[in-house]
């Protein structure tokens, strides 16, 4: 039982990182920037909005984005940041799919234990590659744009991004730790032979009153 609950804690924890994965690599609210001084930014209600995919001036009355569409004079750190983040998402889909079809509660077609532990510990490395992933492009980014320009605070995209790599790397440990028995090494409890005269499973061993009837 215990067992089972872990792959649901980690898979839902997987889960819910990998939406916010996507939800911090779809939208532009990364760092919030400033082109002059922060006070005079705060007093003009401009600021500059920068993400993976576009840069934006918001303020009261007008928000305006123009998108990165020269790939070639990107900086460095954007492309990289983007290439992972997009990395993430689209592991997030094998990685889901391996640990829904190892869970306990799902069973295939000539299904044993020994493929759904090798599911789950494969969905569980892809999940915290897609944690390091997001960490690398979440951390690398604010630090990118600082140095170009006055960063002035972090957007909502990167709290998203963040968060939810944080949930795909302990979902994935979760998922790693949850290991069953030893499909190799069968309990004699649960082991059977087939006995053609009686056509059904009889225990492995027979009893010892059985056996003394017989030398009697």
Known sequence: MAHMCRQLIGGAASCAGWVGVIVGTATNDW????????????????????????ECVISPALSHCVAHSQILSLPAYLQT????????????????????????????QNDT???????????????????????ISTVWFPIGAHRDEGLMSFGFSLYA??????LCLVGGCMILCCHG????????????????????????????????????
Do not use: Q
């Not at 760092?31 to 576009?54: H, I, K």
């Not at 991004?161 to 944080?166: E, T």
């Not at 309990?187 to 009889?202: D, Q, T, V």
């Open 161 to 166: 991004g963040w968060v939810g790599s944080g």
């Open 31 to 54: 760092v919030r920037t400033c082109e002059y001084a922060v006070s005079t930014c705060v007093r003009m209600d401009e600021l500059g909005s920068r993400g993976l995919w576009a």
């Open 81 to 108: 940041s983007r290439a992972l983040m997009i990395c993430a998402c689209l592991l997030g889909l094998p990685a889901m799919m391996l640990v829904l079809m190892a869970m306990s509660c799902v069973r295939l």
């Open 181 to 216: 028995t030893d499909p190799r090494n069968p309990s004699r409890e649960n082991s059977f032979y087939y006995s053609r005269k009686r056509g059904g499973a009889s225990p492995l061993d027979p009893p010892a009153n059985h056996a003394k009837n017989a030398m009697v």
């Open 113 to 135: 234990a020994a493929v759904k532990l090798r599911r789950a510990r494969v969905g569980g490395v892809l999940f915290i590659l897609m944690a390091v992933c997001g960490i």
